[in-house]
């Protein structure tokens, strides 16, 4: 049997489809609808691949995580405050500034400069912001970080997975006021609603869904929750009973008159906004809401519409999939004097699967230069030299999907000569199974350029007192210590660049007051030997931020440009080493071969899997 070859187009799983191919006429009419399904997941997608990474493992690529922060269901150590409240309130108040008569404002982080008002007032606000602030970057926006935070909330204790979809942007100043406050008057939160583009029943909705979990803290609204005079901390008066639970209690508390929450129940009938925006409609909408599958699912809807509330003009990403089998930390660089070639690929695990310990996971690539440019001669082959068994709880997401990952990572040893054009993998079960090739859509994972090159392990970073940073906006320079990162580059001999420069990006900032973006040049370093047909290029650049990242260019006379793209640099040099492993010459590449009928099958199951919905209903329509 020959290898089957999965090209790796749609990020969603597999389904079983081959059922649907047994017939020739189903197998026509599915092959003439594929054209109109969504586009494919082709490597490198840089916004998805980051958005991906943040969804389903928590976190972003040098391993800090935000889903730690709330999962699994967690409460703050100081004040004792449901997190996953904190931030679904704040996702909601980030929201709130949008007019949808002139399509203004959503959800578009302008929320970091108004929490001096009055309507986003109390301690969850500032923590909020500061749980956060080091996760934006080039493709993931304050926004898209509210937002994902806001599905990880709902997901870590209990409720519906909301999808997720990236591309918000980001304004740099404070939206218009408008957030319901609940001294506020029942008419006054329908308007405010209705401008959102909320009806009286959505309305509804949203507060049930928003208020399920959390309550009302003392430091906050000290007339509604008394403060204990004989401690410091704060007193909570919950929305319902189980406050570690996304669930539909403070419906069916309401309704059967044991609730305890204090905007429904509170002496003072000014401040039970519950109470007033419950009961708007006679509770029609609150005994819609009474079983458990229908709030489950109506607050998954509202919540989704929620945070896909942005401005006219943005368009966000098709729902963010996971992708099955996914490459990613790829880098051709220098280490120890070493031309090498880093890659790492993710495979998805069932949480409740053991590994298979005979898997032989292979990467094979291309030269670019030389007898066997583009595989048309021998391939080069290497094992991994790590294998990295992911912890199941990574996010709320994939855990509550009920799947991890497993990740091979190679680093092998590149001749300069003939340097890398292409990569793929082939996956060997060593079960009896054909193995499994993996391919990018059938053309192999390209390695884009190899002209200009990040060289972190020669790249440092040192904290020095500030020079040259300002605040947003202008004034005296920001003051203390900030990082003064020496980037390293490596530019291919004969190229003679006009210029080689870097433009710094740092959109992480505490309180998101200061914005890096600059561009910095890199000269020619004599320092530093030139080795493997490279030479060395060095730049400075200072940055107050949690996370800078690089785009590395090398300008030539005629004016081709080639760029490294989104170059993090967390570690540099102190970036771990892990020595190359032995490298095995072979036959070219497998090609997807259209004469064996399972591997044409297993490339559209892999390809168009995405498309089940539309597929499903046009079989329908057709039979």
Known sequence: ????????????????????????????????????????????????????????EGRRGDGSSLSSIVHPCKFRMDTNASIAAEWLRFAFHDMATHDASNGTGGLDGSIAYELDRAENFGAGFTSTLSDFQVYPNKYVSRADIIAIAAVFAVSTCGGPRIPYRGGRVDVWQAGPFGVPQPQENLQTHIGMFARQGFTTAEMIQLTACGHTMGGVRSTDFPDLVPPNSNSSEPVFHNFDTTT???????????????????????????????????????????????????????????????????????????????????????QLTFEKGTFVFKASFRLQQNITATVNKNRVVTMSWCDRYGTNQNCNGETRQALPATTTQEQPNLSPISQNQGFTFINYNFVVPIDSNASISKFEFTVDEKDGSNPTIYQNGGDGYPVIQDQVLFVPTLSHNTLVQNSS?????????????????????????????????????????????????????????????????????????????????????????????????????????????????????????????????????????????????????ALVAAF
């Not at 079983?16 to 009419?29: D, E, N, V, Y």
């Not at 594929?34 to 997941?41: E, G, I, P, R, S």
């Not at 419950?278 to 998954?300: E, P, Y």
């Open 1 to 56: 049997h020959p290898p089957r070859t999965f090209s790796l187009g749609s990020p969603h799983t597999r389904g079983h489809w081959l059922a649907m191919f047994h017939s020739p006429f189903r197998s026509t009419f599915l092959l003439s609808i594929v054209a109109t399904c969504l586009a494919d997941y082709t490597w490198p997608s840089p916004q998805y691949d980051v958005l991906e990474q943040l969804l389903y």
């Open 469 to 617: 940073l300002v605040a947003r906006g202008g004034g005296s320079p920001i003051t203390g210590l900030v990082n003064q990162y020496t980037i390293v580059a490596a530019v291919r001999d004969g190229s003679n660049p006009s210029r080689v420069y870097m433009d710094a990006l740092d959109v992480a900032i505490s309180g998101f007051g200061t914005l890096l973006n600059t561009t910095v040049d890199l000269k020619l370093n004599t320092s530093i030997t030139p080795t493997q047909g490279y030479s060395f290029f060095t730049g400075v650049i200072q940055d107050s931020g949690f996370q800078l990242t690089l785009d590395i260019h090398s300008l030539l006379s005629n004016g081709t440009i080639y760029t490294e793209d989104f170059k993090q640099v967390s570690q540099l040099d102190n970036t771990p080493y892990v020595a190359p492993t032995n490298v095995t010459n072979s036959k070219s590449l497998q090609s997807s071969s259209p004469n064996s009928a399972m591997r044409l099958v297993d490339v559209f199951m892999t390809r168009f899997v995405g498309c089940i919905i539309l597929v499903a209903g």
């Open 244 to 330: 570690q639970s996304f669930d539909d209690k403070v419906v069916t508390q309401y309704l059967d008159g044991t609730t305890l929450n204090p905007l429904v129940v509170d002496s003072n009938a000014t401040m039970t906004s519950d109470l007033r925006i419950f009961s708007a409609d006679g509770n029609v909408t609150m005994r819609s809401l009474s079983s458990s599958d229908t709030f489950a699912s109506t607050c998954q809807n509202i919540l989704e519409r929620m945070v896909n509330t942005v401005a006219h003009g943005i368009t966000l990403t098709d729902e963010i999939q996971v992708i099955p089998a996914k490459v990613h930390d790829v």
